[in-house]
């Protein structure tokens, strides 16, 4: 019987609660980190199926190697929630067909509000990525892990295919695994002092 809660006890679906809210950041870091790979792709000269499928790596990657290297069990959207798979697939190939036209409105992939939209898939994914590992009872430094793997480890494997420096293994960005790091660090720190689920997630 199919359950109304996802794989780390959060809601099915986003809703007011705050894990609610944490499902519904989630989806929307889905579909920001989709149209980027997407993005990236076409700019290698990738047509739509290469950019689908970059763009879905960048998405679910981190955590599809969370999963089947760290936790042992198969990937989060063949067991439960295969939506992240259709959204990604759907929003990567949104992006290929719509950047183009943004390009010309002057939109570039430097944009501040590209900047805030990925800053927020990755705090959405980090903590996550934590919750995985607390769910399957690993260490706090492997929960911390879980959480980096899930927020950049797509990215890397994005860069890899698109014979890219991967953007985690350079200095222009620390900043960039670095915060994620922060970020699942300071959940389970929250957590580790009683903070409530609500004030976790927010911190």
């Known amino acids: ?9 959060m809601p099915r679906y986003p809703d007011a609660t705050p894990m609610g809210i944490l499902r519904g950041l989630d989806y929307f870091g889905t579909v920001v980190f989709a149209c980027t790979g997407s993005i990236t792709a076409a700019s290698t000269g990738m047509d739509v199926f290469g950019c689908m ?6 998405a679910v990657g981190g955590g599809t190697l969370r999963d089947v290297l760290v936790i042992g069990k198969r990937p ?3 067991d439960g929630e295969p939506e ?12 290929f067909f719509l950047w183009p036209s943004l390009e010309e409105r002057g939109c570039t992939t430097d944009d501040m ?10 705090g959405a994914f980090c903590v996550i990525g934590a919750k995985n590992g607390l769910k399957f ?16 480890f797509g990215g890397l494997v994005r860069d890899t295919l698109a014979k890219r420096p991967a953007r985690i293994l350079h200095s ?3 900043i960039y695994a670095t915060t994620a790091l922060a970020g699942a660090a300071a959940f389970m720190v929250a957590r580790r002092v009683g903070m409530g689920i609500g004030a976790r997630v927010l911190v």
């Open 137 to 152: 009872g690993m260490h706090p430094v492997i929960c911390v892990a879980c959480g980096v793997m899930t927020a950049t």
């Open 76 to 78: 989060f959207w063949s």
């Open 53 to 58: 499928i970059l763009g879905t790596v960048t």
């Open 1 to 9: 019987e199919a359950s109304n809660f996802g794989v780390v006890g």
């Open 113 to 122: 509000w590209i900047f805030v939209a990925d800053a927020v898939g990755i």
């Open 84 to 95: 992240y798979f259709s959204m990604s697939l759907a929003a990567a190939a949104l992006a």
């Open 172 to 174: 222009h960005g620390e």
